[in-house]
């Protein structure tokens, strides 16, 4: 399957901060990335999808202003999350749209921000 | 209402056993696809099997199978001669529509503990 990676696989941050996610897609190129988060021992909810070129779709109840996305290429998308609370720790996974017959999505192996 | 159900939160099996993991799900779409994802203590999400709507044949990989029974709505996995390494997170998802752009749903999730 598609190879996703994602940078930094862990990040401790002061509350008030932002930090940036990047997602890439190393074999693939994906018009589409998918942004997730999943709370301990929960499943992953989707946050946003990502599109190349375009403004990323969020889901309801998620801040755009508070999680922006950038698809600037084909390959890479960026999950920054402005003015981290404690609340916002968790662990985000992004996955990339493959397009594929069953349309299966490869996950990266997830970021695991912790905001103190 | 839940769209993915997976009524059991934890199960057992010893080693080299076979288990069956229960998902079943609700739909108004003829078409829709439905995953497997096994997520490791590690937090990456593996893909290990899907079965579209329309597949008549169940779908098989290596040791992972998927028991589809349309009528009931259940798309349960079967792990034959369970390993050590088969203890994780297992995760039933579900992508509705006939529009790839779909995003998928994904149920509560199954802990699979393998016994030695």
């Known amino acids: 399957g598609a190879v996703v990676s994602q940078h930094p696989s862990r990040v401790i941050c002061k509350s008030g901060t932002s930090v940036k996610i990047e997602c890439r897609s190393l074999?693939?190129?994906?018009?589409?990335m998918f942004w997730y988060r999943q709370f301990p021992k929960q499943s992953l909810m989707l946050m946003a999808t990502?599109?190349?070129?375009?403004?990323?779709?969020?889901e309801q109840g998620v801040e755009k202003d508070k999680f922006l996305i950038n698809h600037a290429s084909l390959t890479l998308s960026t999950l920054t999350v402005t003015s981290a609370h404690p609340e916002d720790s968790s662990f985000y996974i992004c996955?990339?749209?493959?397009?594929?017959?069953?349309?299966?999505?490869?996950f990266g192996p997830g970021t695991r921000l912790t905001v103190l | 209402a839940q769209k993915i159900t997976q009524t059991q939160p934890g199960m057992f099996v010893q080693e080299k056993e076979a288990v069956t993991l229960d998902c079943t799900y609700d739909?108004?779409?003829?078409?829709?696809?439905l995953f497997w994802y096994k997520q490791p203590s590690s937090g990456e999400m593996i893909f290990l099997i899907y079965?579209?709507?329309?597949?008549?044949q169940n779908a098989t990989e290596g040791r992972y199978s998927l028991n589809f029974q349309k009528a009931r709505k259940s798309a349960n996995l079967v792990i034959s001669a369970s390993q050590l390494g088969d203890s994780a997170m297992y995760f039933c998802?579900?992508?509705?529509?006939?529009?790839?752009?779909?995003?998928?749903?994904f149920g509560p999730g199954t802990r699979l503990s393998v016994l030695p």
């Open positions: 996955s990339i749209k493959t397009g594929l017959a069953a349309d299966t999505q490869y």
């Open positions: 074999d693939f190129q994906a018009t589409t």
């Open positions: 990502s599109n190349e070129g375009s403004k990323a779709t969020y």
């Open positions: 739909t108004s779409d003829q078409s829709y696809g």
């Open positions: 079965q579209g709507s329309y597949d008549e």
């Open positions: 998802a579900m992508r509705e529509g006939r529009n790839y752009g779909q995003n998928f749903v």
